[in-house]
Nanobody, 122 residues
Framework: QLHLVESGGGLVQPGGSLRLSCAASGVSLEYYAIGWFRQAPGKEREGVFCISPYTDNTFRVDSVRGRFTISRDNAKATVSLQMNNLKPEDTAVYYC???????????????WGQGTQVTVSS
């Protein structure tokens, strides 16, 4: 399993932007599918976006269409989630996770980060 670390969470007003990053110490992420999940209080963990290994094909949920993008920087060994036009309903703990492929369900991902809080509020 990989040791993943997320960064970039915080408090932002509705309509604002945040950029989350996911990195693994000493390991390149380019050969892994990296997924971003979120979990709001009292709700199940939800798959948000995923980027495939080798092809960098991406998969996302409809609720973030046109607002979130995912990208991979192999030189920096990071995968980022750019979140624009944030809404209060985007408030959650965001996790990155690694797997062999982008089936966006939590049980497909054996390696997880510790999570980073994103709060969208005025």
């Amino acid at each position: 399993q990989l040791h993943l670390v997320e960064s970039g969470g915080g408090l932002v007003q509705p309509g604002g932007s945040l950029r989350l990053s996911c990195a693994a110490s000493g390991v390149s992420l380019e050969y892994y599918a990296i997924g971003w999940f979120r979990q709001a209080p009292g709700k199940e963990r939800e798959g948000v976006f995923c980027i495939s290994p080798y092809t960098d094909n991406t998969f996302r949920v409809d609720s973030v269409r046109g607002r979130f993008t995912i990208s991979r920087d192999n030189a920096k060994a990071t995968v980022s989630l750019q979140m624009n036009n944030l809404k209060p309903e985007d408030t959650a703990v965001y996790y990155c996770a690694a797997a062999k492929g982008c089936r966006l369900t939590a049980d497909n991902f054996p390696s997880w980060g510790q999570g980073t809080q994103v709060t969208v509020s005025s």
